[in-house]
């Protein structure tokens, strides 16, 4: 999603290979912004932790989407950072996911990780005269798309799995402890559909891996998550389950690591864009719930895109350039 460039020359062919290679597995970092191939590791393997399904069709989406920009010329270095290849990770899971273990779903996954692809392209280039990067709208598109599509074709559709169906909750908000203590890791790993709070463990320390920076505002999203979907009443097993957590951990990221500069003004941003992306989720929730789709990542989008917009007129709020960037790298 955004990383530092790579560096690299045209070279022979094995240097194109290793590139490809290296772009599938940052892939799986980069829906968390991430190119750190031990963060991309650590992230997988998490994900194997969770099911073999869960493993093995986020490697197929991560090779289907890279092989695609791989043969359509996409340039090397973004081929190489896995810029083209985040959203067919989560796409290919969310098939999986919303569809259940089925032969057909591979074929489902497939055709997820290829669309994906091109509509990343699509949205990068029709964002750039308003200063917006595509995040993970694509993913969005393809997946309310696909899954909303599914029940109308026999051939793929074998009714709603476990994996997609949310379990009756006490509408309570009293909030308990282990409520606190496992959504605080839940958010981190329903990022990518997962509310098993060890998996969201394993993935926080991947992320610490990439950085100490990255790892603090993936626990601030997490936090501010925790604590405004709490003053807001959220039900508690749902806070505990991470349900209202990941947007805001993804939006921390994103303003946190990759687009604000590191002045107090631009933290206070990134904390209230947190927050404001755990209450969209409510509201989105309800909204998509109405017609038979999911929430997605798309709170975490709509708010990055409206308040990423609104930077220009807000003359304290500073974005990252690429000499910051290159500073911070160094």
């Not at 991309?40 to 073999?52: D, G, Y």
């Amino acid at each position: 999603m955004a990383s530092q460039p790579l560096t690299s020359h045209p070279g022979p062919q094995s240097d194109s290979l290793r590139g490809t290679a290296l772009g599938a597995l940052r892939g799986v970092g980069q829906v968390d912004f991430q190119a750190s191939v031990w963060t991309s590791l650590v992230i997988l393997a998490a994900l194997w932790v969770e099911s073999w399904e869960m493993g093995l069709f986020a490697v197929i989406g991560a090779v289907v989407s890279t092989l695609t920009a791989r043969l359509l010329a996409v340039e090397h270095d973004t081929v190489a950072q896995g810029l083209m290849t985040y959203c067919g990770v989560l796409g290919a899971i969310a098939m999986v996911v919303y569809l259940g273990h089925h032969p057909s779903t591979y074929v489902l996954a497939v055709s997820a990780a290829l669309t994906c692809t091109l509509v990343t392209a699509t949205l990068n280039h029709l964002l750039v005269p308003f200063g917006l990067r595509a995040f993970t709208g694509p993913f969005c598109f393809v997946a309310l798309v696909m899954v909303l599509g599914a029940p109308s074709f026999e051939r793929v559709w074998h009714g709603t799995p476990e994996t997609a169906i949310t379990p009756a909750t006490p509408k309570s908000p009293v909030v308990s402890w282990t409520d606190l203590w496992q959504g605080f890791f839940s958010n981190v790993s329903q990022i990518f559909f997962v509310g098993t709070w060890y998996v969201g463990l394993i993935m926080l320390a991947g992320l610490f891996l990439a950085g100490w920076k990255v790892g603090l505002f993936a626990v601030v999203g997490s936090v501010v998550g925790l604590l405004t979907a709490w003053a807001l009443g959220a039900p508690a097993a749902l806070i505990g389950e991470g349900i209202y957590g990941y947007n805001a951990v993804l939006t921390s990221l994103a303003f946190g690591v990759v687009l604000l500069r590191p002045t107090a003004w631009n933290h206070g941003f990134t904390v209230v864009a947190a927050a404001a992306a755990t209450a969209l989720t409510a509201s989105l929730s309800v909204l998509f719930e109405t017609f038979g789709s999911h929430t997605f990542t798309w709170p975490f989008n709509i708010t990055t895109w409206a308040l990423l917009a609104a930077v220009p007129l807000l003359p304290r709020i500073t974005l990252l350039t690429d000499a910051d960037a290159d500073a911070d790298a160094a």
